[in-house]
């Protein structure tokens, strides 16, 4: 059963653009929502991450929108860029200190 | 300080036989847990280990074990090799245990294929 579900599973979006990646979860035990940023060859790393006490949080030109309520949450990429061109996963985090990943988004920012 | 590392890099093996992986986690970070990354199932969740104790397991047959040395090294086992367990296999090591609680700094990965 897959318990957070990510789309889209591939994004093209031209430079300057905003790229918008979007997650649902199932499980209310969830309470710690990160985003993480894979390049080819390398292992996932941890670009953003949010709690449900806030419905939002910006890290320079990366925000998480939360809505608790829906159960859903997105990342925003302002001002993409060709060197964000990578493959994004949203997670969602319990009690349990495990990691529940989306099936990720493969995004392509063109020139 | 020296990231995550995994050795091999990558791996050839045939159906049946048995593999082992090794994670070598940042210094002083006490938990380790492995994932398994495919096209068709993305991030799955294996097992997580800290302080040499077994502490989550996800929903995988009894032929993935695993284990963490007095040192937080770890290293993982997959017995009876099948085609589907082609992957590639993450180890991400944290101060306490990922999750809600502290960021999971994940390693290259070893890339296991089996014929």
């Known amino acids: 059963q897959q318990q957070v579900k990510q789309s889209p599973q591939s994004l093209i979006v031209q430079k300057g653009g905003i790229s918008i990646i979007n997650c649902a979860y199932e499980n209310t035990a969830f309470d710690y929502f990160p985003w993480y940023q894979q390049f080819p060859g390398k292992g996932p790393a941890l670009l953003i991450a949010?709690?449900?006490?806030?419905s939002e949080k910006k890290e320079g030109r990366f925000t998480i929108s939360f809505n608790k309520s829906a159960k859903q949450f997105s990342l925003h990429i302002m001002d993409s860029q060709p060197g964000d061109s990578a493959t994004y996963f949203c997670?969602?985090?319990?009690?349990?200190?495990?990691?529940?990943f989306g099936g990720g988004t493969r995004l392509m920012v063109k020139p | 300080k020296a990231g995550v590392t995994q050795t091999p890099r990558y791996l050839i093996k045939t159906r049946g036989q048995q593999v082992t992986l090794s994670c070598s986690p940042i210094?002083?970070?006490?938990?380790v847990s492995w994932y398994q990354q495919t096209p068709g199932q993305g991030l799955q969740f294996l097992f997580e280990?800290?302080?040499?104790?077994?502490?989550n397991k996800g929903n995988f047959p009894g032929r993935f074990s695993g284990r963490q040395f007095s040192n937080s090294r770890s290293e993982m086992n997959v017995s009876t090799l099948e085609l589907g367990d082609s992957a590639l296999y993450l180890c991400?090591?944290?101060?306490f245990g990922g999750g809600r609680t502290d960021t999971q700094y994940f390693g290259p990965g070893t890339r296991l294929t089996v014929l």
């Open positions: 949010i709690r449900p006490d806030v």
């Open positions: 210094s002083g970070h006490r938990s």
């Open positions: 997670a969602a985090g319990d009690a349990g200190n495990m990691l529940t």
């Open positions: 991400a090591s944290s101060l």
């Open positions: 280990y800290f302080s040499e104790t077994q502490r």
